[in-house]
């Protein structure tokens, strides 16, 4: 009886060793199992924080690669250290004026055969800055867009009679749509005359588009828009252009246009403007003004002296240079065209599409561009800006 006892107690003391021995190694095993499952997640946080760490720097190495390349833009395209308001001559009656003997300001390690174009920011004032691009085939290709409802600054909706088009200004682009196709934006326009515009800006910019499509070279251009001070309105652009592959053989030049309407005084601060009442015999007219610019292009460019020789034996002002000043009175502005009669397109007497022109169907005009639209004329392509 007693050993019956004895032996019934030692099993179920047995029995209880035996519950805390498998408690205790389920404990053990889920403290193995919780501590794993913490140290995966150390792990993979650990992991996580690395990733997040070498994409911040990728991304921090961007950043400092996109500013790095901007630099560079910027130092390609500055100009300020060069020429200053204060080395351009004062309008005197041409639309430009060539600066540095026509030799632009570019290095030689600028040239470059990689098609781009930059456009810098505008500035506190909401001004527009240097623009430059190098100029290849093809990229032009892109579709005419609305700028309508861009004003840059001076903008102001002036009309005067008597200025071809009626409108004092003009959304100009720092570097022509036919050049890049960049149009409807705020970075590449800035309001400039109509006679800046036209006679100043639009001749250099045909000549690069010309020589692009020709050759299917490049050209390096660079146009800087000098303001004066805190002035809203730029006293004019500065256009430098350099041939890429043949070293400037077929295009270079370096010229100020001015940002100027004969007969109109402007208010360069704000963009107002007044026509000047009294004309003195110290005024010269537009019309002189674009002779006298014809003849400037006439000893640098043979293959528009036919053209430009007939216009001068139809006009009855005589061409003026800054050395001998002839003086004339107005004529309300109006431009010296080459009409083409068989197509119905008039031109710039400086267009290249007029030494391909036939004789027998060009007729010279001193009329405004709205006298030959009304007469079923219309402007070719590269006679409108």
């Keep these: 009886m007693g050993s019956k006892i004895i032996s019934g107690f030692i099993g179920f003391m047995i029995g209880i060793l035996t519950l805390v021995v498998i408690v205790g190694i389920a404990g053990v095993g889920n403290n193995i199992s919780s501590n794993e499952v913490n140290q995966n997640v150390i792990v993979a946080e650990n992991k996580q924080i690395e990733i997040d760490k070498i994409n ?68 506190k004032l909401g ?10 085939v ?50 590449n326009l800035m309001t400039g005359t109509r006679f800046m515009n036209t006679e100043g800006m639009l001749r250099f910019e045909n000549r690069v588009s010309d020589y692009v499509n020709n050759t299917k070279n490049h050209v390096l251009y660079r146009v800087t828009p000098m303001f004066n001070d805190d002035d809203m309105l730029a006293k004019g652009v500065l256009i430098e252009a ?24 402007i208010d360069y601060k704000t963009g107002e403007s007044k026509r000047v009442e009294e004309t003195s015999t110290n005024e010269l007219t537009q019309s002189t003004a674009i002779a006298s610019s014809i003849a400037m292009d006439n000893s640098k460019n043979s293959s528009e002296t036919s053209s430009s020789k007939s216009i001068s034996e139809q006009t009855t002002t005589t ?54 639209i009304s007469r079923g004329y219309q402007p070719c392509k590269k006679c409108s800006p």
């Design 127 to 136: 001004r527009v800055g240097i623009a430059t691009a190098c100029i290849g």
């Design 138 to 187: 093809g990229m032009d290709d892109k579709p005419r867009e609305n700028i309508s409802y861009i004003k840059p600054t001076g903008w102001k909706d002036t009309k005067y009679n008597g200025i071809d088009g009626s409108n004092l200004y003009n959304r100009c682009h720092l570097i022509a749509q036919s050049l890049t196709g960049e149009n409807a934006n705020e970075k």
């Design 319 to 372: 061409p003026t240079t800054s050395a001998t000043k002839e003086q004339t009175t107005s004529t309300n502005n109006e431009a010296t065209y080459v009409l083409n009669k068989n197509t119905k397109k008039f031109h710039y007497s400086w267009c290249s599409s007029v030494n391909s022109m036939k004789e027998k169907n060009k007729e010279y005009s001193n009329s405004s561009r709205d006298s030959l």
């Design 242 to 265: 350099k041939s890429v592959e043949d070293n400037g053989k077929g295009i270079q030049f370096n010229v100020f246009c001015y940002n100027v309407q004969p007969g109109i005084e």
């Design 56 to 123: 911040n720097e990728e991304v921090n190495n961007n950043i400092i690669n996109e500013k790095a390349k901007d630099e560079e833009k910027r130092n390609l395209v500055d100009t300020t250290n060069k020429i200053t308001l204060l080395d351009i001559p004062e309008f005197e009656s041409t639309p430009y004026v060539e600066i540095n003997g026509n030799i632009p300001f570019f290095d030689d390690s600028e040239l470059t055969t990689n098609s781009y174009e930059y456009y810098s920011e505008l500035d």
